[in-house]
């Protein structure tokens, strides 16, 4: 691990005054960020502790909406009643995730920014465009089974790992930014960058701008809300698939739907598609099937991971049909 300085931050100002020399990290519960200076693949000169920051809150917001401070650990967000009641997708994915321990320090903001889990981006002996631009892609050709089929490029074919950003996808979150040039709002949709040909940019956070916090929209009367993960073991282990699902049913039709997609896209990938065959229909198994069709038609696996089609079908179709009996 290279030399690198640290400060502990107790204000906003201050965190992003430390932050704003180039190749500076914030940390907050560490359990992306520590792994990978292990591994020699982040090399922040500046480590930035924000752990001390007023950004632990979960509030409701005056219109009916929710208000996530950056610093909520995982554990106490899928554990906030209001979560539970209302947004109970998030409260599944989150406890969905990776272990107790880990949940109890990982927080809104680090879940937000994990880093993709495919085994050459960790790997600082092999070519990842994503670490190092410009040196190819070790995966393409190589072990490919846990990588994406939704939103690859010639240059990377990496999957988000996160369960969280799947729901906050579904229930339609925007990310709060601070930053030198001051705040800013952005919708979940437009947060996550496709890999296209730079694929070491993720999101549109800027070097130095901070997570405050991320808010929820009202949640929607009378709505079901499933997220079903499917993964190689029961427990401590990333999503093949999975599928967040928001929906309301009026008058024997689907009123409202959101779907959304984890384990299979190189961003979370909501399923506009899927919507659009859902909206208005009669929630049956065979709607539900041609949802998933439609869901998966764009669709370009690589030599591992045909089997992602087909399982991210079930997936959706399960799913919804989890979220409508
Ligand atoms: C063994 C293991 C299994 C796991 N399994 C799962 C799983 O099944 N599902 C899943 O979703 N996740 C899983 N995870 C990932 C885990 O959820 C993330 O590591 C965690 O959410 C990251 O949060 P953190 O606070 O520890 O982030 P950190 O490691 O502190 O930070 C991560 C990144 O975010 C940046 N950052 C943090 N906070 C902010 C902020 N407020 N503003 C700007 N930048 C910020 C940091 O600079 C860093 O780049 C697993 C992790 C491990 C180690
Ligand atoms: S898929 Fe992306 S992260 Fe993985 S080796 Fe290729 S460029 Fe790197």
Redesign the pocket.
């Known amino acids: 691990m290279e030399m690198f300085t640290y400060t502990k931050a107790a204000e906003v100002p201050q965190a992003l005054q430390a932050a704003s020399q180039p190749q500076a990290?914030?940390?907050?519960?560490?359990?992306?960020?520590?792994?990978l200076m292990k591994l020699n693949v982040?090399r922040p000169n500046q480590l930035v502790d924000?752990n001390l920051l007023p950004?632990s809150q979960v509030e409701k917001l005056p219109g009916g909406g929710l208000k996530i401070g950056?610093?909520v650990r995982?554990s106490d967000l899928a554990h906030d009643p209001t979560v539970q009641s209302d947004y109970s997708v998030l409260s599944q994915a989150l406890l969905?995730?990776?272990?107790a321990q880990?949940?109890n320090?990982?927080?809104t903001?680090?879940?937000?920014?994990?880093?993709t889990r495919c085994m050459y981006f960790r790997n600082d002996a092999m070519a990842c465009n994503k670490r190092a631009p410009g040196s190819g892609c070790s995966a393409i050709e190589g072990d490919n089974r846990t990588l994406a089929i939704l939103g690859t490029s010639k240059e990377c074919i990496a999957t988000n790992?996160?369960?969280?950003?799947v729901a906050l996808t579904a229930l339609e979150a925007t990310i709060h930014i601070q930053g030198a040039k001051g705040e800013r709002a952005v919708p979940i949709g437009d947060f996550f960058l496709l890999p296209g040909s730079t694929p070491q940019r993720e999101t549109v956070?800027e070097p130095g701008?901070?997570?405050?916090f991320v808010s929820l929209p009202a949640p929607k009367a009378g709505s079901k809300q499933v997220y079903l993960k499917l993964r190689d073991r029961a427990s401590?282990?990333?999503?093949l698939s999975s599928a967040a699902i928001v929906a309301v049913i009026n008058g024997g039709k689907l009123d409202f739907v959101r779907v959304a997609l984890g384990g299979v896209g190189t961003k979370p990938w909501r399923s506009f598609e899927a919507e659009k065959v859902l909206h208005g229909k009669t929630p049956d198994e065979r709607t539900y099937r041609e949802a998933a069709e439609a869901a998966l038609r764009g669709a370009q696996p690589q030599s591992e991971n045909g089997f992602k089609v087909s399982l991210a079908k079930r997936c959706i179709t399960h799913a919804l049909t989890l979220a409508t009996v």
């Not at 990290?25 to 792994?35: R, V």
């Not at 701008?209 to 405050?212: A, N, S």
């Open positions: 990290k914030f940390i907050a519960g560490g359990t992306t960020l520590l792994d982040e924000i950004l950056a610093l995982n969905s995730g990776a272990s880990l949940r320090m990982a927080t903001g680090g879940n937000l920014l994990q880093r790992p996160s369960d969280m950003n956070l701008e901070l997570i405050t401590y282990e990333f999503a």
